[in-house]
């Protein structure tokens, strides 16, 4: 049970001569400067290297994200400091509280309406984003995840 996130990080390697030649990056992250400066995210994925991959990448365009394992940690995440967060990162396939079910109660029990909840899955099914949509998410994207999508779906919704 779970999701794989893929990243393409641009960075130098080593010092000297490479250092003038980085890896190149599918999406160069914040090539004109951190553009999600001030954001508060709610990343929520069972892979810890998903997290930390997903994290690092949002500290680079300026956000801050607070890693929770499960659905159910995002739950009483959301219960407790509702005001944290400007948007809601949720993996669909995580064990305790999937997706579709922390969305639901995010959205019917606490009553979050307004609060972004973008769901990332390497599923690409219909049938599964339809789902996903119908519990309460507010986009549905792709893994990989491209940072580049995901500033704009942000910048869509009023955030970066």
Same mark, same amino acid.
């Given at each position: *049970?779970?999701?794989?996130?893929?990243?393409?990080?641009?960075?130098?390697?080593?010092?000297?001569?490479? %250092?003038?030649? $980085? *890896?190149?990056? /599918?999406? $160069?992250?914040? !090539?004109?400067? !951190? /553009?999600? +400066?001030?954001?508060?995210?709610?990343?929520?994925?069972?892979?810890?290297?998903?997290? =930390? @991959?997903?994290?690092?990448?949002?500290? @680079?365009?300026? %956000?801050?994200?607070? !890693?929770? /394992?499960?659905? #159910? +940690?995002?739950?009483?995440? @959301?219960?407790? #400091? !509702?005001?944290?967060? =400007?948007?809601?990162?949720?993996?669909?396939?995580?064990? *305790?509280?999937?997706?579709?079910?922390?969305? /639901? *109660? &995010?959205?019917? +029990?606490?009553?979050?309406?307004? &609060? $972004?909840?973008? &769901?990332?899955?390497?599923?690409?099914?219909?049938?599964?984003?339809?789902? %996903?949509? =119908?519990?309460?998410?507010? #986009?549905?994207?792709s893994k990989p995840v491209d940072i580049e999508e995901l500033v704009a779906v942000l910048s869509?919704?009023?955030?970066?």
């Amino acid at each position: *049970v779970g999701s794989t996130f893929w990243f393409e990080i641009g960075f130098a390697l080593g010092g000297g001569q490479d %250092a003038q030649h $980085p *890896v190149y990056a /599918r999406t $160069p992250l914040a !090539p004109q400067g !951190p /553009r999600l +400066q001030g954001l508060h995210l709610l990343a929520v994925d069972d892979n810890d290297t998903n997290l =930390d @991959l997903l994290s690092r990448a949002l500290l @680079l365009e300026g %956000a801050e994200a607070t !890693p929770v /394992r499960d659905g #159910r +940690q995002a739950v009483l995440a @959301l219960k407790s #400091r !509702p005001e944290t967060f =400007d948007a809601v990162l949720m993996d669909l396939q995580m064990p *305790v509280m999937d997706g579709y079910e922390a969305t /639901r *109660v &995010i959205r019917q +029990q606490l009553g979050l309406t307004e &609060i $972004p909840i973008i &769901i990332f899955s390497a599923a690409v099914l219909a049938e599964e984003r339809q789902r %996903a949509m =119908d519990a309460g998410a507010t #986009r549905f994207l792709s893994k990989p995840v491209d940072i580049e999508e995901l500033v704009a779906v942000l910048s869509h919704h009023g955030h970066g």
